[in-house]
């Protein structure tokens, strides 16, 4: 079989043993110490150090990265990246080769990686890493463009300091200490999570996990305390799912585990569903030389949204597949409004994709 090509992604790794850099090899990647790491046939390169616990301890398994990928390719989540791309291309950040450098901490598939390359307003370098060495598999095969990686998230990442311009961790365990490390200064933090009424119908009906309470306040305390003030737009969309739609939403994530097959034979549907998450923008702080901190903040970043504001995205739009045509709506905070619970907020629905 002849040599894999580099991807440019892994230029953003590192050795996950002596943290010295990796460079591509014929088959591997390997660093000044011989530590050498081979990429598998489809393209990805398993990272995690033997001593950690193996893939298929954690993450997701064949059965849910199918039904994931079923579900999203209907298009329901698309609008996800569309809100993230609308908020950073408006940042003008100056990027490192005129790229941007993009790492999807939990890519399962690589969709979400797939559809942020396509709408940012620079060409993307992308990398995923995931503990699951199935989704890497599937990702790597569906997106030879973009590195994969399998690493623990919830230990060092096998990642350069300051080597991101944006993280994005989208339904993901969240390292927050790990963000700050490897996003470079400016760089931007797109953090996704289920709102409290996401598949509310779905829970009700078929008994699923509750949503943890709480966990918006937290998320956003951490993240003001290693990246910067967040801005927070909450994304709400109604839909009927029926049949297949409806078993991938319940199967395609940790409900799977949990659920009977005559639970399953009754998701016929159509059932009205909600779909509410939560989109947590933050960008990295960029620490200006004294002199200039002293004169009023020239170094600071010029694009951050001050404490108890909020902008909308755009205006009114339809967005989704046009199997689902569906009305997405956005609310966005900022960390003053959400912890005060007032404050001003603007509704507008997500851009169409470019």
Request: some cysteine; aromatic content about 6%; glycine content about 10%.
């Amino acid at each position: 079989m002849a040599p894999l090509p580099p991807r440019p992604g892994y230029a953003m790794l590192r050795c996950p043993i002596c943290r010295l850099d990796l460079t591509a090899a014929v088959g591997a990647l390997t660093c000044r110490n011989r530590h050498s790491f081979d990429f598998a046939r489809e393209g990805y390169v398993n990272l995690l150090r033997a001593r950690r616990r193996p893939p298929s301890a954690g993450g997701d398994n064949s059965e849910q990265l199918q039904h994931r990928e079923a579900f999203l390719q209907r298009g329901h989540f698309d609008a996800v990246a569309a809100a993230i791309a609308a908020r950073v291309n408006r940042t003008c950040a100056v990027l490192a080769g005129g790229c941007w450098r993009v790492v999807d901490a939990g890519s399962g598939t690589g969709h979400h990686l797939g559809r942020i390359a396509v709408m940012l307003d620079a060409p993307v370098v992308g990398l995923g890493l995931d503990i699951a060495r199935e989704a890497a598999r599937r990702a790597a095969r569906r997106w030879p463009q973009h590195g994969f990686a399998v690493t623990d998230l919830w230990e060092e990442w096998p990642v350069k300091d300051a080597a991101a311009d944006l993280v994005m961790s989208i339904f993901a365990p969240k390292n927050f200490a790990e963000t700050a490390r490897v996003l470079a200064p400016g760089g931007w933090l797109a953090m996704v999570y289920p709102g409290p009424n996401h598949l509310v119908e779905l829970s009700h009906a078929f008994g699923l996990m509750r949503q943890h309470q709480g966990k918006g306040r937290h998320y956003a305390d951490a993240v003001c305390r290693y990246i910067g003030p967040p801005t927070i737009a909450q994304l709400t969309c109604y839909t009927v799912l029926k049949g297949d739609g409806i078993r991938d939403a319940l199967l395609m994530g940790p409900n799977a585990r949990h659920l009977n097959q005559s639970t399953l034979e009754a998701a016929n549907g159509p059932l009205p569903v909600t779909f509410d998450i939560v989109v947590l923008l933050a960008r990295k702080r960029i620490i200006a030389p004294a002199k200039t901190r002293a004169r009023g903040g020239k170094g600071e970043p010029s694009r951050q949204l001050k404490r108890g504001t909020a902008r909308s995205l755009t205006n009114t739009s339809r967005y989704g597949s046009p199997s689902v045509r569906n009305r997405w709506v956005s609310v966005l905070t900022t960390l003053a409004a959400e912890q005060e619970r007032a404050g001003s907020s603007i509704s507008a629905a997500v851009p169409e994709p470019r």
